[in-house]
């Protein structure tokens, strides 16, 4: 709640957040998000370990993109967006907006998304199976690594 004990719009996306199931992408990429914040001499290691696919862990370098994104401005939309024909291929849209809540997202347009892939035999997040393939355009799910193709997380509850 603000300062002045009045509910905000800020205080609507809190529990709205709060809410999402463990198995939401947008949760997952927060969970990213502060793991990209990360400053300790741990931290490349477990952004490989726990987060990106084993496919791209060499791309992401020494993460300094990815980590220049992370503390940015940029929100996180807690719409996820579902591949074609894909479930196990999620989409999480980066948004540079004011607005904590935003009644269409359609009309607040992506600065970025993070394309990510359901990996439960890579899964180290209790409730969760994402793994963080690409941050930038999203990506096609015929060029994303997928093992557990056809399933739907949404199935969870």
Same mark, same amino acid.
């Given at each position: 709640?603000?300062?002045?004990?009045?509910?905000? #719009?800020?205080?609507?996306?809190?529990?709205?957040?709060?809410?999402?199931?463990?198995?939401?992408?947008?949760?997952?990429?927060?969970?990213?998000?502060?793991?990209?914040?990360?400053?300790?001499?741990?931290?490349?290691?477990?952004?490989? &370990? &726990?987060?990106?696919?084993? #496919?791209?862990?060499?791309?992401?370098?020494?993460?300094?993109?990815?980590?220049?994104?992370?503390?940015?401005?940029?929100?996180?939309?807690?719409?996820?967006?579902?591949?074609?024909?894909?479930?196990?291929?999620?989409?999480?849209?980066?948004?540079?907006?004011?607005?904590? !809540?935003?009644?269409?997202?359609?009309?607040?347009?992506?600065?970025?998304? &993070?394309?990510?892939?359901?990996?439960? #035999?890579?899964? !180290?997040?209790?409730?969760?199976?994402?793994?963080?393939?690409?941050?930038?355009?999203?990506?096609?799910?015929?060029?994303?690594?997928?093992?557990?193709?056809?399933?739907?997380?949404?199935?969870?509850?």
């Amino acid at each position: 709640m603000s300062d002045d004990m009045s509910w905000t #719009e800020e205080d609507d996306a809190a529990v709205a957040y709060e809410l999402l199931p463990d198995w939401h992408p947008s949760l997952f990429v927060d969970a990213v998000r502060m793991g990209l914040q990360r400053l300790d001499p741990g931290a490349l290691e477990m952004l490989r &370990a &726990a987060f990106v696919t084993p #496919e791209s862990a060499d791309r992401w370098g020494d993460f300094s993109e990815a980590r220049t994104i992370a503390n940015s401005s940029l929100k996180l939309s807690m719409s996820a967006l579902w591949a074609v024909d894909a479930p196990d291929v999620s989409y999480v849209r980066w948004v540079d907006t004011q607005a904590h !809540v935003a009644p269409d997202s359609r009309l607040i347009p992506a600065e970025l998304h &993070a394309t990510l892939v359901w990996r439960p #035999e890579i899964a !180290v997040t209790p409730g969760s199976a994402w793994r963080l393939h690409a941050l930038g355009d999203p990506a096609h799910p015929d060029d994303v690594p997928r093992t557990a193709i056809g399933f739907d997380p949404r199935t969870l509850g």
